[in-house]
């Protein structure tokens, strides 16, 4: 005997979001609007099904939604970022609905849609004790970068990504290596990105164009980096 769990999902505005799910390539497998509203979707086996959220809940802007195992994490990145750029033009990186920054060695991204449902993209092997940063091998500004990894990759939380670089960068920036100040200065060019903060996109980026790197460490940057960091960087001067 095999049991099937299927998450059930609050769906809001039901047309955008299966709108926003058909450009990920998700199969929407029933849809009514009478006697009440439920859906259904689903890709490589795996199913999603949306109905209204109870009578008198006010919903919070996101929630956590389900957990999707897959089998490589970095190609189905690298599929729906594709898919969301084609459908929106750009990828959404803020609000709802968005995708998270995805950089080698990564092993999770999440993924929100148009009314606040989290989806966490995992990998099915990934470790079971993972590395939450704060090494005892790293100090100065090399071991901040690694806190800031933390809040900015497994929280989502950029706001506090920043201010932790930033501290950082006044604490140990004077004695911190060229390489982790280039580190440092590419982070917080990659948060402004991803914040939509033009202004101190400009800052970091003519920061980090201030430091003189070699060619392996520039490269060291850019493989290490996420898609979005990746391609501003390739296009540096």
């Known amino acids: 005997m095999t049991d099937t769990t299927v998450p059930l999902l609050w769906s809001g505005d039901?047309?955008?979001?299966?709108?926003?799910?058909?450009?990920?390539?998700?199969?929407?497998?029933?849809?009514?609007?009478?006697?009440y509203v439920y859906a259904a979707?689903?890709?490589?086996?795996?199913?999603l099904h949306f109905t209204p959220a109870p009578p008198g809940?006010?919903?919070?802007?996101?929630?956590?939604?389900?957990?999707?195992?897959?089998?490589?994490?970095?190609?189905?990145?690298?599929?729906?970022?594709?898919?969301?750029?084609?459908h929106y033009g750009k990828i959404?990186?803020?609000?709802?609905?968005?995708?998270?920054?995805?950089?080698?060695?990564?092993?999770?991204?999440?993924?929100?849609?148009?009314?606040?449902?989290?989806?966490?993209?995992?990998?099915?092997?990934?470790?079971?004790?993972l590395d939450y940063g704060g090494s005892r091998e790293l100090e100065g500004l090399a071991r901040v970068?690694?806190?800031?990894?933390?809040?900015?990759?497994f929280k989502n939380d950029n706001r506090a990504a920043t201010r932790a670089v930033e501290a950082g960068l006044h604490r140990f920036g004077a004695t911190a290596t060229t390489l982790d100040r280039a580190r440092a200065y590419a982070a917080l060019a990659e948060l402004a990105i991803a914040t939509e903060d033009a202004d101190r996109l400009a800052h970091w980026k003519s920061e980090f164009d201030s430091v003189e790197l070699t060619s392996e460490e520039r490269t060291a940057i850019i493989t290490g980096s996420s898609d979005l960091l990746s391609a501003w960087l390739t296009t540096t001067d």
């Open 92 to 129: 959404p990186s803020k609000g709802c609905p968005r995708i998270t920054r995805f950089r080698p060695g990564q092993s999770r991204f999440s993924l929100v849609d148009p009314v606040g449902n989290t989806v966490l993209v995992i990998q099915r092997d990934e470790p079971m004790e």
């Open 14 to 35: 039901l047309p955008s979001t299966l709108e926003f799910y058909r450009a990920l390539g998700y199969t929407v497998t029933h849809e009514q609007t009478r006697p």
């Open 145 to 153: 970068l690694d806190n800031a990894r933390i809040l900015r990759d």
């Open 57 to 86: 809940i006010e919903l919070p802007v996101e929630r956590a939604a389900s957990l999707l195992m897959v089998d490589d994490v970095a190609t189905r990145h690298a599929e729906y970022t594709a898919a969301l750029r084609a």
């Open 41 to 47: 979707i689903e890709q490589n086996g795996c199913a």
